[in-house]
């Protein structure tokens, strides 16, 4: 360094440090920790009710299978109990 006279000296823990990087460094305003809990527990809450909203519409959907599995097998009994297959038309002669 002695053969560089232009060269401004610096302290060595302040050598690699940018001076734009330090003024950011000390206008930088930082979030309260209180507000940062308030929206991770908003985000917690979202996620629950996301959650339960789709296990609601699973539910809906197990159930809705289910009574059209009920139904379907009710209308196979039916027809299994019909011996006369033609049994909704009206004969004339009697």
Excluded at 27 to 34: A, F, G, I, T
Excluded at 80 to 85: E, I, S
């Amino acid at each position: 360094m002695p053969n560089e006279p232009n060269r401004m000296r610096t302290r060595a823990s302040n050598s690699n440090a940018h001076p734009g990087a330090r003024a950011a460094d000390a206008l930088r305003v930082y979030c309260p920790k209180e507000v940062i809990q308030r929206e991770k527990d908003k985000k917690k809450a979202r996620k629950e009710a996301k959650e339960e909203q789709r296990l609601t519409v699973e539910a809906n959907k197990k159930a809705g299978k289910k009574y059209i599995s009920q139904l379907e097998a009710e209308v196979a009994a039916e027809a299994a109990d019909d011996k006369d297959p033609c049994h909704h038309i009206k004969t004339k002669c009697k």
